[in-house]
């Protein structure tokens, strides 16, 4: 996959078990977050240190001992403080098609009629004994995990409902979605046309707005600017092409939709405290 794509292409698991599981740390090369969505749901937990997350139109600043539950294409992504968390990325169709247990419940959650809640009790001690488990399962992957994984994922969905940690869908959800899918719209945008010239009411007009109140909506969403995102997106395509390519610096500059070399060093520097040059040594 293209670590920077939006839409998540990588292959969760196997086809005939599709769960993933990450542990990150700030060693680990993909403990940034970038904005991306998948169809397939995750949970993320908390270990240690801080996160700033945005999911959907909402920002969370969550800690140590949080539960996050995030449902299929949510759009998500942010910023780890000094952070340790896990992922787990699983195919939630994969593991109810063909339940005979509630079968009515069970498609209300497949068609998004029950929204389960984004932020889970992590002070729960039945919740973190799941949590443990679960997770426990799918990294040591010891013979017969693929049973335990799914038990413990019934087990989680069982207490969800019972609890009631969901909630039903309305129509302010409804609009939520519709801000949530305007973005989606820019952030394409912005990764389909970064290489050329983007001009604010090019991406005002991608998301069906005027351009002053885009800049608002676009802020709410994402906490920067349209073209701080703009940059932001670009120097992360240039630490990519540094990573993987042979090119010049000057080629990635102008790869990226710099034409100004000068230009391209500062604004590397802004968001990564140091130059291209410095960047490529730090990956040998």
Same mark, same amino acid.
């Given at each position: ?67 996050? @539950? ?39 959650? /497949? ?65 939520? /979605? ?56 670009? =120097? ?21 939709? @710099?034409?100004? =070399? ?23």
């Amino acid at each position: 996959m293209k670590y920077f794509d939006y839409r998540e292409h990588r292959k969760q698991g196997t086809a005939e078990f599709p769960v993933a599981f990450y542990h990150l740390d700030p060693s680990h090369p993909r403990y940034q977050m970038p904005y991306h969505w998948h169809p397939e749901y995750e949970i993320i937990r908390i270990l240690q240190g801080n996160f700033h997350l945005i999911i959907g139109s909402q920002t969370c600043h969550v800690k140590e001992g949080d539960i996050l @539950f995030l449902q299929d294409g949510v759009l998500h992504g942010g910023i780890p403080e000094q952070c340790i968390y896990e992922c787990l990325v699983f195919d939630m169709n994969f593991f109810l098609q063909g339940n005979r247990i509630r079968v009515k419940q069970t498609q209300r959650i /497949l068609q998004h009629d029950i929204i389960i809640r984004q932020q889970l009790p992590g002070e729960s001690k039945p919740l973190q004994a799941i949590m443990d488990n679960l997770f426990l399962a799918v990294a040591e992957k010891k013979s017969g995990y693929e049973f335990l994984t799914q038990g413990y994922l019934y087990q989680l969905l069982g207490f969800i409902l019972r609890e009631h940690l969901y909630d039903e869908k309305t129509d302010t959800a409804h609009a939520s /979605l519709q801000h949530v899918l305007q973005f989606k719209r820019v952030l394409s945008y912005i990764e389909e046309h970064y290489t050329e010239r983007i001009v604010l009411e090019d991406l005002a007009k991608t998301a069906g707005m005027n351009p002053k109140y885009f800049c608002r909506f676009f802020r709410e969403m994402s906490y920067r600017t349209p073209i701080d995102y703009v940059n932001y997106y670009r =120097i992360e395509r240039a630490c990519e092409q540094l990573s993987t390519t042979n090119a010049s610096i000057i080629e990635i500059a102008l790869n990226c939709g @710099f034409n100004d =070399i000068s230009y391209f060093i500062k604004t590397f520097r802004k968001y990564k405290g140091l130059t291209p040059k410095q960047y490529l040594k730090t990956e040998y």
